[in-house]
């Protein structure tokens, strides 16, 4: 974390039953991170490696279809 302290570096999901607007686009698959920002310094290139599986519309449509922890669990 840039400001405080994260005990447990994690990412949360959560698929939005409807989908958003978001600027110009409609978002319905949402990742945060809870990165401890030393854990961060040591690896530099989470943020691609969190992306890679869902950086083509059709992976995240099948991520919102499948609705399943195992699934995304699957892609990573």
């Not at 840039?2 to 994690?10: E, P």
Request: one cysteine or more.
């Amino acid at each position: 974390a840039i400001v405080g302290k994260v005990n447990k570096s994690c990412i949360f999901v959560a698929i939005l039953k409807n989908p958003i607007k978001w600027f110009h686009t409609e978002v319905q698959l949402v990742m945060m991170l809870s990165i401890d920002k030393n854990v961060l310094l040591e690896h530099e290139n989470i943020f691609l490696d969190i992306y890679e599986p869902v950086n083509e519309l059709y992976k995240v449509k099948e991520i919102v279809n499948n609705r399943s922890l195992d699934y995304i669990k699957k892609q990573y």
